[in-house]
Nanobody
Framework: VQLQASGGGSVQAGGSLRLSCAAS????????MGWYRQAPGKERELVAD???????NYLDSVKGRFTISRDSAANTVSVQMNSLKPEDTAVYLC????????????????WGQGTKVTVSS
């Protein structure tokens, strides 16, 4: 299974962007899907993720500005990013917890290619 990310780009502070990510296999079972980001010189951090049942997690600094959504039937996940700030500048990476069976169910994390988000002041 591969993840294809789209969106990203450059905006001014206060602007909006939408990132989307689609799994190549629409039939594979996926647990959580979401986005991490990594800025230069900083550790990777979870931005937002969402379970198949719709429970969400957000990084505190993006709460109220970012909204994650998911189409479980299509195995896609998107994040709408509003009121962007320069500190949101980073490479954003999509991930999915793929459910696999080998005598028992287990989860394998799959990562998409990064997409760059640049917010200028």
């Amino acid at each position: 299974v591969q993840l294809q990310a789209s969106g990203g780009g450059s905006v001014q502070a206060g602007g909006s962007l939408r990132l989307s990510c689609a799994a190549s296999d629409r039939l594979v079972r996926i647990g959580r899907m979401g986005w991490y980001r990594q800025a230069p010189g900083k550790e990777r951090e979870l931005v937002a993720d969402i379970s198949a049942e719709g429970s969400v997690n957000y990084l505190d600094s993006v709460k109220g500005r970012f909204t994650i959504s998911r189409d479980s039937a299509a195995n896609t996940v998107s994040v709408q990013m509003n009121s962007l700030k320069p500190e949101d500048t980073a490479v954003y990476l999509c991930y999915a917890g793929i459910k696999l069976y080998a005598g028992h169910w287990y989860t394998k994390d799959v990562w998409g290619q990064g997409t760059k988000v640049t917010v200028s002041s």
